[in-house]
Nanobody
Framework: QVQLVESGGGLVQAGGSLRLSCAAS????????MGWFRQAPGKEREFVAR????????YYGDSAKGRFLISRDSAKNTMYLQMNSLKPEDTAVYYC???????????????????WGQGTQVTVST
């Protein structure tokens, strides 16, 4: 079991930055792949970025490439998403996800992931 708690969302002007955090806990949390997804009103949940369970490799969705950075502090069991050059189209609820099994990696489809946080709202104004 993995429990996830996001924080760091809020309101920011276009061009600004935010850093989201996801604190993970549970027996297998430290060896689980983790990722970020987002969902805007009326749209399907979208892949943003993910880390392999070893945290060696990072992958980004097209909307995040060049602007967002995913990272993980293993000592704190916390994952981060640094978001720069934010655009109004980045407005969404951002969800932290963890893989269903430790020592496994998961793809970019949100349906593949087993554990979810409650989400944190990010709103980018013009």
């Amino acid at each position: 079991q993995v429990q996830l708690v996001e924080s760091g969302g809020g309101l920011v002007q276009a061009g600004g930055s935010l850093r989201l955090s996801c604190a993970a806990s549970g027996r297998t949390a430290s060896n689980s792949a983790m990722g970020w997804f987002r969902q805007a009103p009326g749209k399907e949940r979208e892949f943003v970025a993910r880390l392999t369970w070893s945290a060696i490799s990072r992958y980004y969705g097209d909307s995040a490439k060049g602007r967002f950075l995913i990272s993980r502090d293993s000592a704190k069991n916390t994952m981060y998403l640094q978001m720069n050059s934010l655009k109004p189209e980045d407005t969404a609820v951002y969800y932290c996800a963890a893989g269903g099994s430790p020592f496994h990696d998961y793809d970019n489809s949100w349906t593949s992931w087993g554990y979810w946080g409650q989400g944190t709202q990010v709103t980018v104004s013009t």
